[in-house]
């Protein structure tokens, strides 16, 4: 099978899209399979996962890329740094220049390109990509093609490629929902609201088939795109771990002497959909109570997006909450096994499920998920996994039943063994991920399809 991948992301970046393909694409390979990617020109070189069957196309603007990076690396650093919006302020225009550029570009962005842009941020990123998919596919034999979102200009590329060349079975993976993902939306829903449900039905309806991450996901777009619901298939999360890490080497006990004891959540911050209010207000709840007043709260990845949520605790920054920023995967992966128990927050979606759930379970830690929404995808997937406990802060926070109930899971709520965890991660294993998109585009056999 030779296949095309048209996917922004990719190896090394650490996105969950680049993660999830990047590991499905070097499972192709080393089945025999030929696939080129195209994905996003960060200037890195040699870094990109090149082999004799798998070939990367690293295309768009290097310098503009480069740049990009040092800058999002500078309001990464900034972000752990200065938490409390109101000392940005004070301070806006001192340091060095590079600090002075990222927040002059952030303040662009936001006040400018953010409100234009369509259908999202990489929509100029397409056009390259457009172009060498179409100098691809007249050069070379594939079977299929795939486009991968998030973002969602991969499909606009696809579109593009399909429209000028001969027509490939086209596969569109998608991560996030698009026009309907009102609560966080890639664009000016004010200029583009009718134009993203326009190009989204056409992406539908060119497609040959349509995978997603949830049955709920799956649900909603057969409700709002009836004509396509018979394309759209079910593909769970892939577990991939960092490099020379294994599954085997979890849930080996909890570290019951540790002091202070070091709660964990890993994963990208929302205002929208991944607050951290109603978490942030419950461990300060727990901070009062005598059994719990030893806990610590770590914060592993952008929270840009909520830092005004954190300034009512400016007595507990840095001394019980501990906002980390975006580190490698390999750390975070090792501060969550070593953890007293790792938290979840769900999101304040019906559809998406957070992308860090499955590297949580391969951990066997204790799993506190906080719910967000009535119909949480989270509390469902975690139904096989024994050591979770679901709270909602809602209920939570002044009810003496249920704050006893979640201190008696902080101090006594058990690891989950290496066998368990191999049973309940088997479906999400590389190779049966893999093996599940290779079946939707050859047409063998049936999918979970939506309902």
């Known amino acids: 099978m030779n296949v095309l991948v048209i996917s922004e992301q990719f190896p090394p970046a650490s996105s969950p899209r680049a993660i999830r393909w990047g590991a499905v694409a070097q499972a192709w390979a080393r089945a025999g399979d030929r696939v080129d990617v195209i994905c996003a020109d960060h200037g890195i070189g040699d870094a990109y996962p090149n082999s004799e069957r798998l070939r990367v196309y690293p295309v768009g603007g290097r310098t503009l890329s480069r740049w990009r990076c040092r800058l999002q690396r500078q309001t990464r650093v900034q972000s752990r740094t200065s938490p409390d919006p109101a000392a940005e302020g004070r301070s806006s225009w001192g340091g060095d220049a590079l600090r002075q550029l990222a927040r002059t570009a952030r303040w662009l962005r936001n006040h400018s390109w953010k409100h234009v842009h369509w ?102 777009y057969a409700r709002q795109f009836p004509q396509a619901a018979g394309k759209l298939h079910v593909i769970p999360p892939v577990l991939s771990l960092p490099e020379c890490q294994q599954v085997l080497s979890a849930g080996n006990g909890r570290p019951t002497d540790q002091r202070p004891r070091r709660l964990v959540y890993a994963g990208t911050l929302y205002r929208t959909i991944r607050n951290p209010r109603g978490l942030l207000q419950l461990f300060s709840r727990l901070l009062t109570r005598p059994e719990t007043q030893d806990l610590e709260l770590h914060f592993f990845g952008r929270s840009d997006d909520c830092r005004q949520e954190f300034q009512p605790y400016q007595d507990l920054l840095g001394r019980r909450i501990l906002i980390h920023g975006a580190v490698d995967r390999k ?21 998406q499920l957070p992308s860090k759930i499955i590297e949580y379970a391969a951990t066997g830690r204790p799993i506190l998920n906080v719910v967000q929404h009535a119909e949480d995808t989270s509390q469902r997937w975690f139904s096989g996994y024994r050591s979770v406990l679901h709270v909602d802060p809602r209920q939570t926070l002044e009810n003496e039943h249920k704050l006893g109930e979640l201190t008696g899971f902080l101090k006594a709520a058990p690891t989950v063994g290496q066998s368990e965890i191999r049973r309940f991660l088997a479906p999400y294993q590389v190779d049966n991920i893999a093996q599940a998109y290779r079946r939707l585009m050859t047409g063998e056999g ?3 399809r939506a309902a």
């Open 119 to 220: 259908p999202d941020s990489a929509c100029l990123w397409a056009v390259a990509a457009r172009r060498q998919a179409s100098r691809l596919i007249a050069g070379h034999h594939y079977d299929a093609l795939v486009t991968v979102s998030n973002p969602y200009s991969c499909h606009l590329a696809g579109l593009g490629a399909q429209n000028h060349q001969s027509r490939l079975p086209w596969l569109v993976d998608l991560g996030d929902p698009f026009s309907e993902l009102t609560a966080e939306p890639v664009n000016n829903l004010r200029l583009y609201r009718a134009a993203n449900r326009r190009l989204e039905r056409r992406v539908l309806q060119a497609a040959d088939r349509v995978s997603v991450t949830t049955s709920e996901t799956a649900s909603s």
């Open 446 to 448: 049936q999918l979970n």
């Open 331 to 351: 750390f975070v992966w090792e501060q969550m096994n070593a953890a007293h128990a790792l938290i979840n927050l769900g999101n304040a979606t019906q559809t």
